[in-house]
């Protein structure tokens, strides 16, 4: 998942690019005086998080927001008359404190947040909404921006500058610029609302998680678990001062240990608590929230002139309106409910062989469907993992593939300060050996930690800024016991391999304007790198140089290797019904219209499933509405559509690569200089298609995933 906080913030200077400047002065001394002054004395700057205390980042938010509404007013109200350089570029000077600040702010309080960092949070939310209508809904502002993309024409502008002046202008309109005073007003209330509805959300989830964690003092309630898991629970119990063993939440419905645990009582109550966790009637209760939320989104839609939500957030999109991502979506229902079924029925056909005398259900699932992997492929899970330690996949497997598609190298920095001790810096080397970018990765699961994968910045490149890109990835893996190997599922490295995806994406950024550059891009396009590059995890070459057993050394046996190859679209029509239905789930809750009543969350999501077929009782949607984070809070409202969309044109890009010659630093350059590098500067269908030649389909999508079009 690529994670972007700020929906559009301006860019801030590096001007050395990722050098870290140490010994600076203390945060606190430094916001008060950086109106005046912001650059490598600030600690925000790089940044140097063990100069930065809590205390720090509300001042350093609101000099930040007085500094840019400065910057602001000196554009709008400049006497000459607009050009380029005056109103758009010196837009996208402004602003380098607040959001170097802020990319600090979203990475601590989504990957290790505390009381303190909420409570900011809470403060500033609505606060920063106001700000960016102040700046989104100035007239005077607008009226210069309107005035170049009049001009543009006859401006003599190159192709990325021209991009910049239509995206502007694009992006003022869809945020309310055209509104008539009145409407500005009502517009900021819902704004504001939002953001604060947002920031709810996403508190009362962390804790909701935190709080559904499975406890058991009994060790015969987690029979089946491997003694790697059992330590782990027991080491995650005794974080929280328990004596027992503690299985805390991942973000999705269905928890990894439900294909391990025999007790069916055990598995039961583990997937409630997942289901449940933001629905039990207390403080973490996220319903009210969400119904509220999709009423004030349709609210808002029709102020800004649109039908619904969807309609006015897909309108820079690719797929452009939310009957096309729809279109799309239900094309491929019947194939994946199909596949779903018949799996289904393999798995009950297994239960009532064991005499097991009752239904599938959700929390049977994983656990039987594992039983019928291992006897379709003779695949053992606990076989497997040995080969997949986590450091040896980053630096043989990840790591070597960028390599041998970009000539990348990389050399880990332990003179860095880090936001919390497991987190781990690399320096990229290009090919060339000139520094590229700063890349932070933070991989163990933690209960002040945002559930699910991510990659974000801590600095955005720009040529304009003369900066570098900092960027960095977060999971949620397991944490061993000290002194144990971190062991990996297949599916925990293919996420290693998609986040580092987007890393790539930003690393490769080389662009002139920060509001264009790296993964600043549609969300149904910013998945497609990152997606992409989940496929070099299997690639022969690559997964033959790190999966090697971590106590012998020695590669995994061709057998093995074969087995998990063919058990690769084993169970895909539950795993792609569940993200159908999520994607589906999602576009129903925004393309309710503004004359809509507020919703009964369980009886919307109900209806929602039938009206779309995927209602299937033993395959549930990846996440139930009261824990979407992505699209409550993390900006995919009307957009989760976009990992599918995104896999469509990734499976058509991995088609590309095996027809060229697979994994080649021809190709591999190939991909970065027309698209990973070009970030937004270009229509992005047009880009894709020149890169790819010719137009995406759905069939190797349905092709990778073992689907066949019904």
């Known amino acids: 998942m690529h994670n972007r906080m700020l929906h559009r913030v301006m860019r801030s200077i590096l001007t050395n690019g990722i050098s870290i400047a140490l010994g600076a002065a203390s945060a606190a001394a430094q916001t008060h ?94 606060r920063l909404a106001a700000h960016q209508d102040a700046i989104n809904l100035n007239a005077r502002l607008f009226a210069r921006i309107e005035a170049v993309y009049n001009q543009r024409a006859s401006l003599d502008l190159d192709p990325e500058a021209l991009r910049l002046v239509e995206y502007d202008y694009q ?8 509104l008539s005073d009145a409407d500005k007003a009502r517009l900021q209330k819902l704004n504001q609302e939002e953001a604060s509805l947002e920031n709810d959300f996403t508190n009362k989830l962390l804790a909701a998680a935190k709080a559904g964690a499975y406890f ?34 991942q973000n999705t419905t269905q928890q990894p240990v439900l294909a391990s645990l025999t007790d069916r009582a055990t598995r039961q109550a583990v997937f409630e608590n997942a289901w449940n966790r933001a629905e039990r009637g207390d403080a973490n209760d996220t319903r009210a929230i969400i119904a509220r939320l999709a009423q004030l989104r349709a609210d808002k839609a029709r102020l800004l002139g649109y039908p619904n939500y969807a309609a006015w957030n897909l309108t820079d999109q690719m797929a452009k309106t939310p009957e096309a991502a729809k279109q799309f979506l239900d094309a491929m229902v019947p194939a994946s409910t199909a596949r779903a079924t018949a799996e289904g029925k393999g798995i009950q056909a297994l239960i009532d062989k064991q005499h097991g005398g009752f239904t599938l259900e959700p929390w049977d699932w994983e656990f039987y469907a594992e039983q019928v992997r291992k006897a ?81 910045v801590l600095v955005n490149q720009s040529k304009l800024l003369h900066q570098l890109p900092v960027v960095y990835n977060v999971a949620n893996f397991e944490k061993p016991a000290p002194g144990q190997p971190a062991l990996l599922s297949f599916d925990d490295v293919t996420t290693m391999f998609h986040e580092f995806g987007h890393a790539l994406h930003g690393m490769f950024a080389n662009t002139v304007y920060p509001s264009l550059s790296g993964t600043a891009v549609p969300r149904d396009f910013v998945e497609f790198p990152s997606q992409f590059n989940e496929h070099w995890a299997s690639y022969p070459a690559v997964f033959n140089h790190y999966a090697h057993h971590y106590k012998t050394g020695a590669p995994m046996p061709a057998e093995l290797k074969a087995k998990l190859d ?3 679209t084993f169970n895909e029509g539950y795993d792609f019904t569940e993200l159908l239905s999520a994607s589906e789930l999602d576009l129903a809750w925004h393309m309710l219209p503004a004359s809509a009543p507020l919703q009964n969350p369980d009886a919307f999501q109900t209806e929602a499933l039938r009206r779309t077929h995927l209602d299937l009782s033993s395959v549930p949607p990846r996440y139930r509405s009261s824990y979407f984070l992505h699209i409550w809070s993390n900006g995919y409202a009307a957009g989760y559509y976009a990992y599918s969309w995104s896999e469509m044109l990734d499976d058509n890009a991995f088609q590309w690569f095996l027809d060229h010659g697979g994994m080649t630093r021809a190709n591999g350059d190939r991909f970065r200089r027309m698209v990973l590098s070009r970030g937004n500067t270009e229509d992005l269908e047009k880009m894709y298609e020149a890169w790819l030649g010719g137009k995406p389909s759905i069939e190797p999508m349905l092709q990778f995933r073992g689907l066949e079009r019904k």
């Open 33 to 126: 005086a950086a109106a005046a002054a912001f650059g490598p004395g600030n600690p925000f700057y790089a940044p140097i998080f063990d100069k930065i205390e809590d205390s720090d980042y509300q001042p350093a938010i609101d000099a930040g927001m007085a500094q840019q509404l400065q910057e602001v007013e000196a554009i709008a109200n400049n006497p000459a008359p607009p050009t380029f350089e005056n109103t758009i570029v010196a837009l996208e000077q402004s602003g380098q404190l607040l959001n170097r600040v802020m990319l600090v702010f979203n990475c601590v309080t989504g990957a290790n947040t505390d009381d303190t960092l909420q409570k900011v949070e809470a403060y500033e939310a609505p």
């Open 171 to 178: 992006q003022f309109v869809k945020a309310g610029a055209k």
């Open 216 to 249: 058991t003092t009994d060790a015969k309630a987690l029979a089946g678990l491997s003694q790697a898991q059992l330590d782990a629970a027991a080491l995650a119990a005794k974080g929280r001062s328990q004596k027992g063993w503690l299985i805390p939440l």
């Open 376 to 456: 379709k492929y003779d695949l053992d899970e606990s076989a497997v993992r040995p080969y997949f330690e986590l450091n040896n996949v980053l630096e043989n497997g990840v790591f070597y593939a960028a390599h041998q598609l970009y000539g990348l190298t990389f050399k880990e920095r332990k003179d860095i300060s880090v936001y919390q001790k497991d987190v781990r810096v690399f320096e990229v080397y290009d090919a060339d050996a000139k520094p590229l970018a700063l890349w932070y990765c933070d991989y163990f699961k933690r209960d002040n930690k945002n559930g699910g994968a991510w990659m974000d």
């Open 566 to 568: 063919q058990s690769k």
